[in-house]
């Protein structure tokens, strides 16, 4: 999408075929993983990748100690130095793009850029309430 801005069309006809299929999974996926929560909610933490980005430090922790890994905070910035985006980038900052890497520039809700106001409008008929849940917009 992001480094060949055909590539939508000529694998699915159009962006709109590309939400129609991907959103309503997403939407599944976390009303899946919800409905299962009650059974073994020792095992199910939600957490969202922007917060996790923002506030790594207050967020990854309790994510490992749920899963039985050490989740002190010298392993999380252990972790965190080696899974920077400088380091995946290989030694750019965030903001530096590259279209043609996967970790394209590092910038948390860059899809803003990429999506206009009707696939905005589309994404959001189908999460709903998911959408404003996760303050995507």
């Given at each position: 999408i992001r480094?060949?801005?055909?590539?939508?069309k000529?694998?699915?006809?159009s962006?709109?075929t590309?939400?129609?299929r991907?959103?309503?999974a997403w939407?599944?996926?976390?009303q899946?993983?919800?409905?299962?929560?009650h059974?073994?909610?020792h095992?199910?933490?939600e957490?969202?990748?922007?917060?996790?980005?923002?506030e790594?430090?207050?967020?990854?922790?309790?994510?490992?100690?749920?899963i039985?890994?050490?989740g002190?905070?010298?392993?999380?910035?252990?972790c965190?130095?080696q899974?920077?985006?400088?380091?995946?980038s290989g030694?750019r900052e965030?903001?530096?793009?590259?279209?043609s890497s996967?970790?394209?520039n590092g910038i948390i809700?860059?899809?803003?850029?990429h999506l206009d106001?009707?696939?905005?409008?589309e994404?959001r008929k189908?999460?709903g309430?998911l959408?404003?849940?996760f303050g995507y917009?």
């Open positions: 480094t060949d801005p055909g590539w939508i000529s694998e699915y006809g962006l709109q590309v939400l129609d991907m959103v309503p939407v599944n996926n976390i899946g993983a919800r409905a299962r929560w059974q073994r909610q095992l199910y933490q957490v969202l990748y922007e917060k996790m980005q923002q790594p430090l207050e967020t990854l922790p309790p994510l490992l100690n749920n039985g890994v050490d002190s905070i010298s392993i999380v910035t252990s965190l130095e899974a920077s985006f400088t380091r995946l030694g965030k903001g530096q793009e590259n279209v996967h970790f394209r809700g860059d899809w803003k850029n106001k009707t696939a905005v409008a994404v189908v999460a309430s959408f404003d849940e917009e």
